[in-house]
């Protein structure tokens, strides 16, 4: 899907004259890195290594698709459109983008213009298939491993590590266990980039440069520090789903470096070796990328530690054809809520651009911020059991094993401490399952955030655009189908027949209040 891409610009023009004269605004969700302390903790003796295993053979697996290269050499600027959307529709990233136009300023584009889009790489990425994407995505098997059982057998700074996330000081175990949890991605894999790019499991002592930015992520284009193992690997977890989905829903066909290189995706890779070597691209030069994405690059790290990654893959792990049970709104009917975040990421941006909002109908009280626990209560969109229940967070499991990582599930995300539904419940459609609030990820607004997912995959809530290979149903609850806007991130349409309500942030706007 392109939108992964597109920045927040759009939406803000898409909404603007919606908005302009209401008082009061319901804030949609996004999950942005936390200001954090890296916490040093006393410093061990390392110890050898665990043995390294001989390569295995290239497994195989089904390929995918071939990549897809634009023969369009130009665009006309349309209204509503950034340059950061003309490169995301286009597959190319900014830079390239504004490397081939050296004559614009990328800040200030007018209706009519004309763009140059970037020349198709004529090399193409390795063809080594590194992970299947059933151990990237969090998905079958994946809770088998004990994350804290593993780093503690380990002689390495992970044993020790610490950090502090929103004011608690956790492990580095808990930390890689929350990322995975968070982002659906493999804890396994976490583990190994830790090890691959600092040496955390096997060094004791690392360089403090390693120490504070142990996967080698400096600052966001935004200015935000990433210093800190939760910073880092929420970073890595993301930048693995955008790979990943980028991929899988045609966002990303060409790899660039920071020396200005770009490679096409060679036809036939998985998603999951695609969003790996997109991960290992990033902070990093070609001729460096080229060995890490080989069988002894990270590859081999990987089958030290956990074996080879192929076998017992389950593959694919969102079967052809799938169709979603039948859905529920997330609330009681007869109850009038506000549709205030068309598709966006379900954690993080990469996503799958998965998830949408809905705010409840009471306004804030008297005297409270944004941020209040609302009256109203969340409710299951269908029969099933909790599977998990954190900060903010609830996970309906829907075929009833209590097993997130299998089957369909379901996340709620801003529920509220009070009155949150406990895991392990069984529950019918309707029960209720918490209050809105900002609990959980990052709000500025109480609202409700939910997304799908089935074996651990993010599904996008709208697919219109996705490859044809790649079909997945529309996210539909009491008969309304979502459809997003092209490109354009939190806008779009619930559509249930000829009725419509649109992706809008405000209370006062009546197209956007959905009842059933």
Same mark, same amino acid.
């Given at each position: ?12 023009? #898409? ?10 605004? @319901?804030?949609?969700?996004? %999950? ?49 459109? %950034? ?63 004990? +994350? ?50 600092? #040496? ?64 096409? @995706? ?21 001729? @460096?990328?080229?060995?890490? +994405? ?6 081999? %790290? ?70 209040? @626990? ?31 990582? %299998? ?110």
């Amino acid at each position: 899907m392109r939108r992964l891409l597109i920045t927040l610009t759009l939406m803000i023009l #898409g909404v603007s004259a919606c908005i302009r004269n209401q008082p009061e605004i @319901v804030i949609i969700t996004s %999950t942005p890195e936390q200001p954090l302390v890296l916490t040093k903790p006393p410093v061990v003796e390392p110890t050898s290594p665990p043995p390294a295993l001989t390569p295995l053979s290239n497994p195989t697996a089904d390929p995918t698709r071939p990549s897809a290269a634009t023969t369009v050499r130009e665009y006309v600027v349309q209204p509503g459109d %950034t340059l950061s959307a003309i490169a995301g529709a286009h597959n190319v990233t900014l830079d390239a983008l504004v490397i081939a136009n050296p004559q614009i300023n990328p800040d200030i584009i007018s209706v009519g213009q004309v763009i140059s889009l970037p020349e198709p790489p004529r090399e193409q990425t390795s063809n080594f298939k590194m992970i299947p994407d059933s151990r990237l995505v969090r998905g079958p098997g994946s809770d088998a491993l004990d +994350v804290a059982a593993f780093i503690n057998q380990q002689p390495g700074y992970a044993r020790l590590a610490t950090d502090i996330v929103n004011g608690d000081v956790l492990s580095a175990a808990q930390i890689i266990q929350r990322a995975s949890l968070e982002f659906s991605v493999d804890a396994r894999l976490l583990l190994a980039l830790l090890e691959y790019k600092s #040496g955390w499991l096997t060094n004791a002592n690392p360089s403090d440069e390693l120490k504070t930015y142990p996967l080698g992520a400096q600052a966001s284009p935004q200015g935000f520090d990433r210093n800190g193992l939760y910073r880092q690997i929420t970073w890595a977890a993301d930048q693995l789903n955008r790979g990943y989905y980028g991929w899988k829903y045609g966002a990303i066909s060409t790899i660039e470096f920071e020396d200005g290189v770009r490679l096409a @995706v060679a036809p036939g890779l998985n998603a999951g070796t695609v969003g790996l070597q997109f991960l290992l691209s990033q902070f990093n030069q070609y001729d @460096v990328w080229t060995q890490q +994405v080989s069988a002894e690059g990270f590859y081999r %790290t990987y089958i030290t530690y956990f074996g080879d990654p192929f076998v017992n893959a389950v593959d694919p792990l969102v079967p052809a054809g799938i169709q979603q049970p039948t859905l529920s709104l997330p609330f009681p009917s007869g109850e009038t809520w506000f549709y205030t975040g068309g598709p966006h990421g379900g954690w993080g941006a990469g996503s799958a651009w998965s998830a949408i909002d809905f705010a409840p109908p009471d306004d804030r009280p008297s005297g409270s911020s944004a941020c209040y @626990v609302s009256e109203f209560w969340a409710t299951a969109v269908a029969p099933g059991i909790i599977a998990r229940t954190d900060e903010g967070v609830v996970i309906l499991d829907l075929d009833g094993d209590g097993n997130e990582t %299998t089957g369909w599930s379901i996340l709620y995300l801003h529920m509220a401490a009070q009155g949150r539904v406990e895991a392990r419940t069984i529950v019918e459609a309707g029960d209720r399952i918490g209050r809105p609030s900002c609990e959980g990820g990052f709000s500025n607004g109480t609202h409700m955030h939910i997304a799908r997912r089935y074996n651990g995959e993010w599904l996008p809530a709208d697919c219109s655009d996705c490859p044809s290979d790649q079909s997945k149903p529309s996210f539909m609850m009491s008969g309304w189908s979502v459809i997003g806007l092209t490109g354009q991130e939190y806008q779009g349409f619930l559509a249930n027949g000829g009725d419509q309500r649109v992706a809008d942030q405000g209370r006062l706007n009546p197209d956007n209040r959905v009842e059933w």
